[in-house]
C-alpha cells in the first residue's frame, strides 16, 4: 500500500516540476513582453516570425524582402511602397548583440553574381530593418521590423516542448520501424536492441546510440524520404553543441510504465532529453518565437510532392505540430502587455514559379489542406489567416509547349546540375522547358490511401512529379545599377503581413 | 496508372535539342521536322481570354406599360410623319422652290435625329458597361479570378483611353499586367492607379457645388429660387461626374442615371443618415443660432453634397475597395470651411483625411 503510495508520487513529480518551470517560464515572459510593451509604444515595431522547415526557402525569402523594401523593388500590390508612402527603409543595428547579424550582403552577392541560391542556414541571425514612412493622415513615421533566420531542422525542436522523454522516445521509435525509414534505421536499430533500458548507465553506449540515432536521422533527411518529423533537430544541425551531454541521447525501447531505476541508462537518457529541452529548446523558442506579432510560414509543398505520398503525411503532421506551439489569436490591450499574440499568419507554398501559373491555385488548396485543421484554430481564436503561392525569387519564366496535339503549360530554367527527369540529366547550364505534371484539383486526391500517386523516392523512374530545382535568374538591372529581383505575390505577403501597420 | 484526376506525366525539353523549336507566339504552325514547339507567355495575352458574360443581369419580361409606350410612340410617330409629309407636299403645290427647302430641312431633321438617338444609345450602354464592369469588379475581390480580372483591366483602361489625367497610372497598369498579381489584387491595383485621380476630382467638383448652393441658399431672397437652383446644380453635378468618370451621358442616360442616383440615395439614406447625424445637428445648430438663412443653406449643401456621394457610387467604374471612400462629414468640413470661416479657417488636406479616417 504505502509502496504504491510512494510510487504515484514519484510518477507525479516531474509533471508538477513541468508546472512549475511552464509557471516560471509564463512569469519571465510576461515580465517581457510588459517591458517590451513600453518600448514599442514610442518606437512601433513588428517582430515578422519567419518559419519553415529546412529548404523552405526562410534565406532566399529574407534576403528578398530586404532587397525590395530598401533597395526599393516592383511591389505593385503593396500599397505604401507602390504609392510612394514609403520614404526609405534601411537596416539598422539589430537589437541582439548576441546573436549574429543576418548577412544580406553576402546573399544578394551569391544571387546575382555567381547565380547560387543561399547555402543552408547553419546558425542564427537577426536582422533589424526600419522603415520610414507618412500615414495617410500624413504623418512621419517609423516601423521597426526585426527578423528573425534560423536553421530549419531546429524547428522540429518546437513540439518536444510537451512531450515527455517516454513520449518522444516511442514516437521516434515508432515512425523509425515504419516502411522507407525502417531499411535507413537498420544498424541503428541493432544496436538499440543490445541496450538494456534498466541497466547501469554507461557513456559509450550513450555515445554510440546517439551516433547511430543521429546517422539515421541525417539519412531520412538526405534521402527525401522525409523531410520533416526528424526531431530533435540540433541533432542533424548542432551548431555550438556538438558533442556535449545535452546532444548525447537516444530512444530506448521502453516496456514498463513509471520512473526509470536511479543509476540506469534510462534515467540517464532522459536527464539529457530533459536538459536538451530546457538548454536549447526553451530558449530558442523563448527568445525568437514566444514574442512575434507577425508570422509567414514557408512550406516547400513542392518537394513533398515530389518525395512521394509519405512526405506529403509527414509534413502535414509537422506542420499542424509546429503551428500548435504557436499563440495566435487577436490582438488585445491584455494580451499586448503579458502575452505577445500572432493576429496575422501567411501559409506560403514557396518555390511557386517551379509551376505555371494556372496551376498556383492548385497549389494553394493544397497547402490549405494540409493545414486546415491549425488554420481553423487560429482563425477561431480570432488571428486573420491567408494562404498564398508564392516565390520570393522567381527564377524562371513560363511558357507553353506544344507536342503533336499536345500543350503543356510548362516553366522554363536552367535546372541545377544533376537535376534528372525522365532519364535526362541536367550540367546546370542548359536552359529547359520544364512541365512537372498535373497538380489535382482536389487536394484529398493526393492523400487517398487507395490510390497513391508515385513519389520520386519509391519510383525514380516514373514518378507522377518532377519540380526540378532551377538556379537564380539572370537578372535585369535598373536605371540605377541596381538588381530587380523578379517575385511572384512576394509583395502580396508584405501587404498581409505588414500593409495594415502602414496606413 | 489511373489517378482520380486528369494527370500528365512530367516532361522537360532542352531548349538547345535539335527537335526544339522556340517561339515567340503561337500562330506560326511548327515546321514538320520540329515535332516540338515552344511558345514563350511574353504576356498573358497569349492565353485566350474569355469574359463570361452571363453575370449580367436578365433582360426584365416584356411588360405592359412599355408596350403602351412603344405603341403610343408609333403612333405620334407616324402622325407626325404623315403630318411632315402632307406639309411638303402642300409646299409643293404651292411653290416648288418652297417645296425643295421643306424637303432639305425635314431630311436635315431626320438625319439629326437619327445621330441623336445613336448617340443616346451609345451613352446608354456605356453607362450599363459601366455598371456591369463594377459589378463584376466587386465579384473578383471576393472570387480572385486572375483571367477575368485581367480581362475587366483591359476593359477598363479602354473606357479611360481618353482621359489624358491618367496617362502615367494607364502606363503603369500596362506594365503590371504582365506578372503574375491575383483577380482582387489586381482589381485593387486598378482601382489605386486609376481612380486616385478622379476620386480627388470628384471631391473637389462635389464641395465646389455644395458651396455654391450654401451661398445661393444664405442669399437668395426667394424660395423658387433656391429651389430651382438646387435642383440645377445637382444636376450638372451628375453630368459633369459622369464625364469625369468616362460615363460621357447623354440627355437619356443622365436623366436614367439621376434617377438611379435618387433611388440609391433613398435605399441608403437611412444609414448615412446615422452616421453624420451628429455632425447635421451640430452644423445645422450652430449654422441656425447665426442666422436663420445661413442654416438653411448649410442644410441644403449638405443635401447637395450627400446627392453627389450617391451619384460617385452610381458612376464609378469600381467599387471601392483599396481606396477610403470620400464621406460626408470630409466634405462638408471643406465647405463649411470655406462658407463660414472664409480664408483664417481654411481646413488643410491632411485634417480632412484626418477626420475621414477618424470615422
Known amino acids: 500500500m504505502s509502496r504504491a503510495a510512494g510510487k504515484a508520487s514519484l510518477v507525479y513529480r516531474p509533471i508538477r516540476n513541468l508546472v512549475v518551470a511552464e509557471f516560471i517560464e509564463e512569469i519571465r515572459l510576461a515580465a517581457r513582453a510588459l517591458a517590451e510593451f513600453g518600448v514599442h509604444l514610442f518606437n512601433p515595431t513588428i517582430r515578422l516570425g519567419v518559419t519553415g522547415l529546412s529548404r523552405a526557402g526562410k534565406t532566399v525569402f529574407i534576403t528578398a524582402l530586404v532587397h525590395g523594401l530598401v533597395r526599393g523593388g516592383r511591389f505593385p500590390v503593396f500599397e505604401a511602397l507602390a504609392t510612394g508612402r514609403i520614404a526609405r527603409a534601411y537596416l539598422a543595428p539589430q537589437a541582439d548583440d548576441a546573436v549574429s547579424r543576418f548577412d544580406y550582403e553576402n546573399h544578394i552577392n551569391a544571387l546575382v553574381d555567381k547565380r547560387s541560391w543561399p547555402t543552408s542556414t547553419r546558425q542564427i541571425s537577426e536582422l533589424r530593418l526600419v522603415i520610414e514612412y507618412q500615414s495617410l493622415s500624413g504623418y512621419q513615421h517609423t516601423l521597426t521590423l526585426d527578423i528573425v533566420d534560423y536553421p530549419g531542422e531546429w524547428l522540429l525542436d518546437l513540439p518536444l516542448l510537451t512531450k515527455t522523454y517516454e513520449i518522444w522516445a516511442s514516437e521516434s521509435l515508432r515512425l523509425s520501424r515504419q516502411r522507407p525509414r525502417a531499411d535507413l534505421a537498420k544498424d541503428w536499430h541493432a544496436h538499440l536492441a543490445t541496450l538494456d533500458p534498466e541497466g547501469m548507465e554507461d557513456e559509450q553506449q550513450a555515445l554510440t546510440a546517439a551516433r547511430l540515432f543521429t546517422e539515421y536521422l541525417r539519412a531520412c533527411r538526405d534521402n527525401n524520404y522525409a523531410i520533416s518529423l526528424l526531431p530533435p533537430g540540433r541533432f542533424l544541425m548542432p551548431g555550438d553543441l556538438a558533442n556535449t551531454p545535452a546532444l548525447t541521447f537516444a530512444p530506448l525501447e521502453l516496456s514498463t510504465e513509471g520512473p526509470p531505476p536511479a543509476g540506469s541508462l534510462w534515467a540517464m537518457m532522459r536527464r539529457r532529453y530533459e536538459s536538451y529541452r530546457s538548454v536549447v529548446v526553451r530558449p530558442f523558442f523563448r527568445d525568437h518565437f514566444a514574442r512575434l506579432d507577425r508570422q509567414i510560414v514557408l512550406v516547400d509543398t513542392l518537394a513533398a510532392i515530389n518525395a512521394g505520398p509519405d512526405a506529403l503525411l509527414d509534413l502535414e503532421q509537422e506542420l499542424g505540430q509546429v503551428l500548435d506551439c504557436f499563440q495566435t489569436g487577436r490582438k488585445t490591450i491584455l494580451s499586448a502587455l503579458l502575452r505577445p499574440r500572432i493576429d496575422r499568419i501567411l501559409l506560403a507554398a514557396t518555390k511557386a514559379d517551379h509551376l505555371h501559373h494556372t496551376s498556383h491555385d492548385r497549389l494553394e488548396t493544397i497547402l490549405k489542406h494540409l493545414t486546415q485543421r491549425a488554420t481553423a484554430q487560429a482563425e477561431l481564436a480570432g488571428a486573420q489567416v491567408d494562404v498564398v503561392a508564392l516565390a520570393a525569387i522567381r527564377a524562371t519564366r513560363e511558357a507553353m509547349v506544344r507536342r503533336g496535339r499536345q500543350e503543356l503549360p510548362c516553366v522554363l530554367g536552367v535546372p541545377i546540375a544533376g537535376e534528372t527527369i525522365a532519364g535526362e540529366i541536367f550540367d546546370g547550364e542548359t536552359e529547359a522547358a520544364i512541365f512537372p505534371g498535373d497538380l489535382p484539383d482536389d487536394p484529398t486526391d493526393l492523400l487517398r490511401s487507395d490510390n497513391r500517386f508515385h513519389g520520386s523516392v519509391t519510383f525514380p523512374q516514373n514518378a507522377d512529379f518532377r519540380f526540378l530545382r532551377v538556379r537564380p535568374p539572370v537578372l535585369e538591372f535598373t536605371e540605377k545599377g541596381v538588381p530587380a529581383l523578379p517575385h511572384i505575390r512576394l509583395d502580396r505577403a508584405l501587404q498581409f503581413l505588414i500593409g495594415d501597420r502602414l496606413v | ?359
Not at chain 2, 416648288?96 to 438625319?111: D, H, N, R, S, T
Open chain 2, 1 to 359: 496508372m489511373s489517378k482520380g484526376w486528369k494527370h500528365r506525366p512530367p516532361a522537360a525539353f532542352r531548349l538547345d535539342h535539335g527537335q526544339v523549336i522556340v517561339g515567340k507566339t503561337r500562330k506560326t504552325r511548327p515546321p514538320s521536322d520540329h515535332p516540338v514547339q515552344i511558345v514563350q507567355d511574353a504576356e498573358f495575352e497569349a492565353l485566350a481570354i474569355t469574359i463570361d458574360d452571363s453575370a449580367r443581369s436578365s433582360r426584365r419580361g416584356a411588360r405592359w406599360g412599355v408596350l403602351f409606350w412603344i405603341a403610343l410612340g408609333g403612333l405620334l410617330l407616324l402622325a407626325m410623319g404623315l403630318a411632315i409629309t402632307g406639309l411638303i407636299t402642300d409646299l409643293f403645290a404651292r411653290n416648288q422652290e418652297l417645296g425643295w427647302i421643306g424637303l432639305a430641312l425635314a431630311i436635315l431633321a431626320a438625319v439629326s435625329l437619327i445621330i441623336i438617338c445613336v448617340r443616346e444609345i451609345i451613352g446608354l450602354m456605356r453607362l450599363a458597361t459601366v455598371e456591369n464592369l463594377r459589378e463584376r469588379a466587386a465579384e473578383m475581390i471576393v472570387g480572385d479570378n486572375r483571367v477575368e480580372a485581367r480581362a475587366l483591366v483591359h476593359e477598363l483602361l479602354h473606357l479611360t483611353r481618353k482621359m489624358p489625367r491618367l496617362a502615367r497610372g494607364r502606363a503603369t497598369l500596362e506594365g503590371h499586367l504582365a506578372e503574375i498579381i491575383d483577380g482582387s489584387d489586381m482589381v485593387r491595383l486598378a482601382e489605386r492607379e486609376l481612380m486616385t485621380p478622379l476620386d480627388q476630382q470628384a471631391r473637389k467638383l462635389i464641395s465646389a457645388a455644395a458651396t455654391r448652393v450654401s451661398v445661393v441658399t444664405a442669399l437668395s431672397p426667394r424660395a423658387v429660387i433656391d429651389l430651382l437652383f438646387v435642383f440645377g446644380t445637382a444636376l450638372s453635378l451628375v453630368r459633369r461626374l459622369a464625364f469625369l468618370y468616362g460615363v460621357r451621358p447623354g440627355t437619356l442616360s443622365l436623366a436614367r442615371l439621376t434617377r438611379h442616383v435618387v433611388v440609391h440615395l433613398a435605399m441608403t439614406g437611412g444609414l448615412a443618415t446615422s452616421d453624420s447625424l451628429i455632425q447635421q445637428l451640430l452644423g445645422h445648430g450652430v449654422a441656425a443660432k447665426l442666422s436663420a438663412r445661413l442654416g438653411e443653406g448649410v442644410l441644403n449643401g449638405l443635401l447637395t453634397a450627400r446627392f453627389g456621394l450617391a451619384a460617385i457610387d452610381i458612376i464609378r467604374p469600381l467599387p471601392f475597395a483599396a481606396l477610403p471612400r470620400p464621406t460626408l462629414g470630409d466634405l462638408m468640413s471643406e465647405v463649411l470651411g470655406s462658407f463660414g470661416g472664409g480664408e483664417e479657417r481654411q481646413p488643410s488636406r491632411e485634417s480632412n483625411l484626418a477626420s475621414a479616417e477618424a470615422q
